[in-house]
């Protein structure tokens, strides 16, 4: 056997475990995603400071979530960002908790699928969060993560306090009893 | 030519299931939701039938030359069925979602050259260079089929993306005959087609088993409803538009703070 064909035999042996290990890891995924209960998906929630991450989206945007120009906006130092939102830490856990969030609202999207529309949207806001926080990262990285916190965290805050917003909303119109559940959660 | 009993049933079974599943499409109307899947079945009944014909009153000569034109365009209407597969997936508003758009690039970039690669590598044994180009250009092509499937369960999975019923079973249908075509043009390739084609010959009749299971599995699949889903009420629905719309100015605000 030459060398040549000893290392086609490799390559075709690593090339097939390792799509079959890829693929059945997600597909294991996948199943699981599909297969959660409201229990499950609450018990994935990371607690966050409710009142915390009110006061620093409200800073840049309204109640209605429109983007506030008036004097008294955005005068938040970094610092106080910072230490509201927990830090980097503070932020990675709304990360995570913006995927929970995607995947309640596929939870009622289950029983109503036009609700597609606004899972959609959340997942899309929940990417534009992660890429709020690989910046963060990057900053963390070159010793600038003070400065870029106003300028990535506080929009990445004001998102997820919108979607938070949207999930108890979508809920509210869904009439679901778990809705007490998830306003404790959230 | 010279064709034994079995290649005969394979013939007589594909046929009776490509038409049955012509049928579940059409009567299902399944073929309005995949009309590339539908071709596809499609081009495999007429393959079969000319290949069927070409074999009884052809030449040797005319049915290698038919056989692997009939295989390029089978090729081709694979990559249709991935291309109707990930549209169905990706693009759940009608257009291709923002954020798997740089992840496609990059599911090609590294799917097209590990699987020239692996053709590169391969060093089948045959008499005439047209076969070394046939298994080679298999070998890729079977490959790079594997490769889009599982990049696209891994995709869906990592964007939070669901699937539908049907697109999930048509997809790991082909998916998992793609990643066993693999294998089987791998042993092709090692153990090549020298004057005994016995080998060769037994891996390609393990490759149409495995194709045959897989449109009996689309056959049944393909015949059963997705589960039922609620009717969205229409106030309901509006509340929605509503919803969708302050989302999107939401998004347009911090996208401008952002600048």
Not at chain 1, 71 to 84: F, N, Q
Not at chain 1, 148 to 173: C, D, G, I, N, W
Not at chain 2, 177 to 182: G, T
Request: with cysteine; aromatic share 12%; charged share 20%.
């Amino acid at each position: 056997m030459s060398t040549r064909t000893v290392y086609f035999i490799v390559a075709v042996a690593i090339f097939i475990l390792a799509l079959t290990a890829i693929a059945a890891y997600y597909y294991r995924r996948w199943q699981k995603s599909s297969q959660k209960n409201w229990e499950r998906l609450l018990k994935r929630l990371t607690a966050v400071d409710r009142s915390s991450i009110a006061e620093v989206a409200l800073d840049i945007i309204d109640e209605s979530g429109r983007r506030r120009k008036d004097e008294a906006s955005a005068v938040l130092e970094p610092s106080e960002i910072s230490k509201l939102v927990g830090g980097l830490e503070g932020l990675e856990a709304m990360e995570a908790n913006c995927a929970v969030l995607v995947d309640l609202a596929f939870y009622v999207q289950q029983w109503y699928p036009e609700a597609i529309v606004v899972a959609e949207k959340l997942r899309l806001s929940a990417r534009e969060i992660e890429w709020h926080l690989g910046r963060l990262r990057s900053a963390q990285q070159t010793g600038k993560l003070e400065g870029a916190f106003t300028m990535y965290a506080q929009p990445a805050v004001a998102t997820y306090y919108l979607m938070t917003r949207q999930v108890l909303a979508l809920y509210e119109e869904g009439n679901l009893a778990m809705l007490a559940d998830l306003r404790s959660a959230l | 030519m010279h064709l034994t009993g079995l290649d005969f049933l394979f013939w007589a079974v594909g046929f009776v299931e490509y038409t049955t599943l012509l049928l579940v499409l059409l009567i299902r109307r399944r073929f309005r939701m995949f009309p590339m899947f539908t071709a596809f079945i499609l081009s495999n009944l007429v393959r079969t039938v000319a290949l069927y014909f070409v074999s009884v009153y052809g030449t040797k000569a005319s049915y290698f030359y038919s056989f692997w034109s009939l295989g390029i365009l089978d090729t081709i209407m694979q990559l249709s069925v991935v291309y109707e597969m990930y549209s169905h997936t990706f693009r759940p508003l009608g257009t291709w979602a923002r954020d798997v758009r740089g992840a496609f690039v990059w599911l090609v970039a590294i799917s097209i050259p590990v699987a020239v690669a692996l053709s590169w590598l391969a060093a089948p044994h045959a008499r005439l260079w047209m076969q070394v180009v046939v298994i080679r250009g298999n070998l890729f092509s079977s490959a790079c089929m594997s490769e889009f499937f599982v990049g696209m369960v891994v995709l869906a999975v990592k964007v939070g993306l669901p699937w539908k019923t049907h697109v999930a079973r048509i997809s790991q249908g082909l998916g998992v005959y793609s990643i066993i075509d693999v294998l089987i043009e791998a042993g092709h390739s090692y153990f090549g087609v020298g004057r005994n084609t016995q080998t060769y010959t037994a891996l390609s009749h393990i490759r149409i088993a495995a194709y045959l299971s897989c449109v009996a599995y689309w056959i049944v699949m393909l015949w059963r409803n997705a589960p039922d889903t609620r009717r969205l009420p229409e106030n309901m629905r509006g509340q929605l538009i509503q919803l969708q719309n302050l989302v999107d100015s939401d998004l347009v605000m911090i996208r401008g703070r952002e600048r």
